[in-house]
């Protein structure tokens, strides 16, 4: 059987910065370039960071907004992967 896969593609106001946080849930940069990142956890899951487009993210307006970018990651053994700090 096939299988099917998504791969959020999340902009980013400081894609250094948000590679950063995604390196402390686990995930790894597997394939891009400076201008674009495909990070993976190695169980599965993908998601590649591009630079956002000017005005595309702003702070305490957009963040939260369904019609923005979001990616919800859910871990279940948190005590037992990296640390969040």
Do not use: K
């Not at 099917?4 to 686990?26: K, S, V, W």
């Amino acid at each position: 059987m096939a299988q099917h896969q998504t791969m959020p593609i999340l902009p980013c106001n400081d894609i250094d910065a948000t590679q950063a946080f995604y390196e402390r849930l686990g995930f790894t940069v597997t394939g891009g370039d400076s201008g674009f990142r495909i990070l993976t956890d190695g169980r599965g899951w993908q998601l590649a960071l591009r630079p956002a487009e000017q005005g595309w993210v702003i702070p305490d307006r957009n963040s939260a907004s369904p019609a923005s970018a979001q990616n919800w990651v859910r871990l279940s053994d948190t005590d037992q992967g990296p640390a969040l700090r």
